[in-house]
């Protein structure tokens, strides 16, 4: 049996009613979906968008000051979109990189002076023709930030050779 402040619905079904703050009669049902709406819109307003990694974007190093085939022969190497720029006219796509090698011989001193090489054989397709590319770098550091250029440039395209498995 319903009380004073409940009615029975169309379906049977026992509705408690409550006044607002204006006065105005307000169901239960209609509580919960204003309630839900306005929830909605809370989050919905109060939670900043996060798109990309913010302040963590832009820290790797788009242009590098190498050799280019052999040491001695001075060459910029430069990140540009989706190209990758070899003294400012010769490029090649993303899509036409096929995979890259590494190898260093790097030493270090105990006053963190080192010496030595790091090389990256860049392996590319051009007009259905497979070809490599040589950059060296003598700055142990610099070679570092390359390599983690290149492999940011490259993606998951560039992935080392071996087993292939996804994991869902």
Same mark, same amino acid.
């Given at each position: 049996?319903?009380?004073?402040?409940?009615?029975?619905?169309?379906?049977?079904?026992?509705?408690?009613?409550?006044?607002?703050?204006?006065?105005?009669?307000?169901?239960?049902?209609?509580?919960?979906?204003?309630?839900?709406?306005?929830?909605?819109?809370?989050?919905?307003?109060?939670?900043?968008?996060?798109?990309?990694?913010?302040?963590a974007e832009g820290g790797t190093k788009r242009e590098f000051?190498?050799?280019?085939?052999?040491?001695?022969?001075?060459?910029?190497?430069?990140?540009?979109?989706?190209?990758?720029?070899?003294?400012?006219?010769?490029? !090649?796509?993303?899509?036409?990189?096929?995979?890259?090698?590494?190898?260093?011989?790097?030493?270090?001193?105990?006053?963190?002076?080192?010496?030595?090489?790091?090389?990256?054989?860049? !392996?590319?397709?051009?007009?259905?023709?497979?070809?490599?590319?040589?950059?060296?770098?003598?700055?142990?550091?610099?070679?570092?930030?390359?390599?983690?250029?290149l492999s940011a440039f490259c993606g998951a395209s560039c992935?080392? !050779?071996?087993?292939?498995?996804? !994991?869902?």
């Amino acid at each position: 049996m319903p009380q004073p402040d409940e009615f029975t619905t169309a379906s049977g079904g026992v509705e408690s009613v409550a006044y607002n703050r204006v006065g105005y009669l307000i169901s239960s049902t209609m509580r919960k979906v204003l309630t839900g709406l306005f929830a909605a819109v809370v989050a919905i307003t109060s939670t900043p968008a996060f798109a990309g990694l913010g302040d963590a974007e832009g820290g790797t190093k788009r242009e590098f000051d190498a050799y280019c085939g052999e040491i001695g022969k001075k060459c910029k190497v430069v990140f540009a979109e989706d190209r990758l720029v070899v003294n400012s006219k010769d490029s !090649i796509t993303k899509n036409q990189l096929r995979r890259f090698s590494t190898s260093s011989d790097f030493w270090c001193n105990a006053y963190g002076t080192c010496r030595g090489s790091g090389t990256f054989l860049v !392996i590319y397709e051009e007009n259905g023709v497979e070809s490599s590319g040589t950059i060296i770098f003598v700055n142990r550091k610099t070679y570092e930030q390359f390599g983690f250029a290149l492999s940011a440039f490259c993606g998951a395209s560039c992935r080392p !050779i071996g087993p292939s498995m996804k !994991i869902e």
